[in-house]
């Protein structure tokens, strides 16, 4: 059974561009989240969907946004983009909301976003 | 606001050498608290804790949680080189995942 995948792997953007990341869950999970983790430090929490509705949001500005599609795959997209941005961007995947009991969530392998 | 602190940063240790990973939080509305290893992209899994006192092993890995005190320990045994990595101590915070920023873990053969 195939795992949380994640695409572009890497991707290169210059400042003020846009950019959108993708990402498909593990088979049957109808949560999926969005944390970027910037050199030396951990994931920060961006976005949480689930059931195509956002459930949960960090402190990032009104420049990042995500939906979450009719299959539960989900997409990041970032306007504007600074270089403070660069980071590795990564989605998890639970089957629930709550992240409790049973209920752990998997992650992708993430994409390595650059910013010049 | 929420806080998960790790220690130390970074720790560089022989192979065989047993090795002790600290992680304190403050998080208002705890689930539990998880481990886990990245050594290039995604973070694995390695435990999930949600009882005081009750140590979790697997292999040369270990792990417990003290919830009245706020922290959880990662015991790593003899270890090995392909145990250099960053270990990553998370706390699940409703429906969201709270970081610490990681121990980097080396291990010299």
């Known amino acids: 059974d195939a795992g949380v995948t994640q695409s572009p792997t890497h991707l290169i953007k210059t400042r003020g561009q846009h950019v959108t990341l993708r990402c498909s869950p593990i088979s049957g999970h109808k949560s999926v989240s969005w944390y970027q983790q910037v050199l030396g430090q951990g994931p920060q929490f961006i976005f949480q969907y689930y059931e195509k509705e956002e459930r949960g949001r960090g402190n990032f500005p009104d420049r990042f946004s995500a939906r979450q599609f009719p299959n539960y795959s989900s997409e990041l997209n970032v306007n504007a983009l600074l270089l403070g941005d660069s980071a590795l961007y990564l989605c998890?995947?639970?089957?629930?909301?709550?992240?409790?009991?049973?209920?752990?969530?998997?992650f992708g392998p993430g994409t390595r976003l650059t910013v010049l | 606001e929420d806080k998960v602190v790790q220690s130390p940063l970074s720790l560089v240790v022989h192979e065989g050498d047993t090795v002790t990973l600290n992680c304190s939080y403050e998080v208002t509305n705890f689930r539990s608290l998880l481990w886990y290893k990245q050594e290039k992209k995604a973070p694995t899994f390695l435990f999930m804790l949600?009882?005081?006192?009750i140590e979790k092993k697997s292999g040369r890995l270990s792990s417990i949680l003290d919830k009245k005190e706020l922290f959880s320990i990662l015991n790593i045994t003899a270890t090995q080189t392909g145990d250099s990595a960053i270990y990553l101590c998370a706390v699940a915070d409703g429906n969201k995942l709270v970081f610490g920023a990681g121990t980097i873990l080396r291990v010299k053969s």
């Open positions: 949600t009882s005081s006192g």
């Open positions: 998890a995947s639970s089957s629930g909301l709550r992240l409790e009991g049973k209920n752990e969530q998997f």
